[in-house]
């Protein structure tokens, strides 16, 4: 496996110059169902009569989010740039006036400020994304991101797939599904990523109960991905002869976290917000594309100009994976009529680092 990322993509952007004059932020909230409120910041970049805006998806509760708002304004943030440069000023910038409840919520925070600082200097130069990159974004197909609850029920999916026929799902698995919940599940045909959350480094409190977990649901989904499986041998055994259907996700920061993963990595979920820095993001699809290493894209609960922005990239470099980007209303909890569905027209604004508007 080539062990030097190609640089190419970031090159191509790296130079675009940027004048910022102010920064502000915009306030989003909607309703998470069993989650309560969620809450986000877009950053908001301004100069030379136009806007880059970044989303901070942010952690648990509202609290980082008003800091952040109070913290802006008097970022020492204006002046003239290339995009490597304002991204490597802003690296440098303590942005977190109490330290945050994790050290993922770092990377959340630098990707805002530096998805803004690309819109911003793709506009100020009058270009599209996909333009300045030399590829075409091609339709997207999603998938519709779910656990069943603490007290799981198949309903869940049901009554989505009976809103939607076509939409495909990735599951949040739980040691509380049944037989009766899981044969559900394989009836709908609609299960394309089971997803285990096994390398998060959470306590395993009932290994028995687990393995069972597993043992049901590996041969019940034959051709779904096994996202994030627990690094336990009798896991690791389960899987032997099918490692093609493993997928990682919690594990990969940079192109370096390939070589790192329990099992060979064959395909990886690529969340652009963990990441946090753009040339990362560039070098991790540029590694995977020249090593064959097959990816799908990841959300982390956007609610504005970020969902599209990841809707876009996935659009750009992996548009038939099984993308957990879907539209933001699927994160409700209820659908309403009238959602787009997959595949999604990607849409890009005629200039800048976002999706158009929809039409009216």
């Known amino acids: 496996m080539d062990a030097v ?38 950053i908001v970049l301004r100069g030379e009569g136009e806007e880059g805006v970044g989303e901070e998806v942010g952690g648990p509760g509202p609290e980082p989010h008003e800091a952040l708002r109070r913290l802006v304004p008097g970022l020492p943030l204006a ?3 290339t995009l490597a440069t304002f991204c490597k000023h802003a690296a440098a910038l303590d942005v977190w006036p109490e330290p945050p409840e994790w050290e993922l919520m770092r990377s959340f925070r630098r990707y805002a400020f530096e998805s803004a600082a690309l819109d911003l200097a793709l506009r100020q130069a009058g270009l599209p994304l996909h333009e300045a990159l030399g590829r075409e974004p091609r339709p997207l197909r999603f998938v519709n991101s779910l656990g069943l609850g603490e007290q799981p029920d ?9 809103a939607y026929p076509d939409l495909r799902f990735k599951l949040d698995a739980h040691p ?15 299960v394309d990523v089971i997803d285990f959350k096994g390398c998060y480094g959470l306590e395993v409190t009932d290994e028995p109960a687990l393995l069972r977990l597993y043992e049901r649901l590996i041969p019940a989904f034959p051709d779904a991905l ?35 993963t329990p099992l060979r990595v064959r395909t990886i979920n690529v969340k652009p917000t963990r990441l946090g820095s753009l040339r990362t ?40 994976g099984s993308n957990d980007v879907a539209p933001s209303a699927y994160n409700a909890p209820a659908l309403v009529a009238g959602l787009p569905t997959s595949p999604l027209d990607p ?8 999706r158009a508007p929809a039409p009216a």
């Open 79 to 81: 002046g003239r740039y």
């Open 281 to 320: 993001l560039f070098e991790l699809y540029a590694h995977c594309e020249a090593n064959g290493i097959a990816m799908y894209g990841g959300g982390m609960g956007e609610l504005g100009v970020g969902r599209g922005q990841i809707q876009l990239l996935a659009a750009l470099h992996h548009p038939d």
């Open 347 to 354: 849409r890009p604004a005629p200039t800048g680092f976002r």
């Open 176 to 190: 509380a599904w049944t037989a009766q919940i899981v044969d559900a599940l394989v009836k709908t045909h609609a």
């Open 5 to 42: 990322p190609d640089t190419s993509a970031w090159s191509r952007l790296a130079d675009l110059e940027l004048v910022v004059e102010r920064c502000e932020t915009r306030h989003l909230e909607a309703d998470a169902g069993a989650f309560g409120r969620r809450v986000t910041t877009e």
């Open 226 to 260: 096994v996202e994030d499986p627990h690094p336990l041998e009798p896991v690791t055994a389960l899987l032997a002869g099918q490692e093609r259907r493993v997928s990682y996700d919690a594990l990969i920061r940079s192109a370096a976290d390939l070589a790192t």
């Open 154 to 162: 198949a309903q869940v999916v049901l009554s989505r797939v009976a």
